[in-house]
């Protein structure tokens, strides 16, 4: 898992926004199947997943660049997107390769590239479209996901669950293929 995060974060790093946001997108459905019983993705599990990691991770972004003594000023900051928001827009993309969901409250969800403006807009609402920077939120569910990964790593659960996880195997994988790498 740490393998799959590491290299979302860097295919943010090359440019790489659609593989990017996929992979992002994918990481709350992955992550929600290693921690349940049964091992399956869904998508209660993937909401719920998203708004106990990464939703939580803007508020404390926001709040970090407060100063200590505006703080108390500070209050309200919700991040709009919400697991089921994430959940249908992620199916929406994944699926059909929209931007749009029906039962959405967005008309459209927009993820602003780095480095195209100077200005930051995230989670900002523009008429019906919920704006969000690509590079924030990626991050943001990267963090959740390390986050979450501490906390779950060593437990049994997800353990008998990693074991059929598809991952990077450098020299192959006896019995089937030897000697060069394979994901499986």
Request: proline share 7%; with cysteine; net charge negative.
């Amino acid at each position: 898992m740490r393998s799959l995060i590491d290299q979302i974060e860097a295919s943010l790093g090359s440019s790489l926004y659609y593989l990017s946001l996929i992979g992002t997108l994918a990481v709350p459905d992955i992550a929600g199947a290693l921690s349940s019983v049964d091992g399956d993705a869904s998508g209660k599990k993937y909401a719920d997943w998203y708004d106990t990691w990464a939703r939580p991770r803007f508020v404390e972004a926001v709040r970090a660049l407060v100063p200590e003594h505006a703080c108390p000023y500070v209050k309200d900051i919700e991040n709009p997107l919400t697991g089921d928001v994430c959940y249908r827009f992620r199916c929406s993309l994944l699926h059909q390769g929209s931007s749009q969901h029906p039962k959405s409250p967005f008309s459209r969800i927009v993820f602003i590239e780095p480095g195209a403006t100077t200005n930051v807009i995230h989670y900002g609402q523009i008429n019906d479209a919920l704006c969000i920077d690509l590079n924030l939120f990626c991050r943001e569910v990267i963090a959740g996901a390390r986050v979450w990964l501490q906390a779950v790593e060593a437990t049994e659960q997800y353990m008998k669950n990693y074991e059929r996880f598809a991952r990077r195997h450098p020299d192959g994988l006896p019995p089937y293929i030897a000697g060069v790498p394979v994901v499986g």
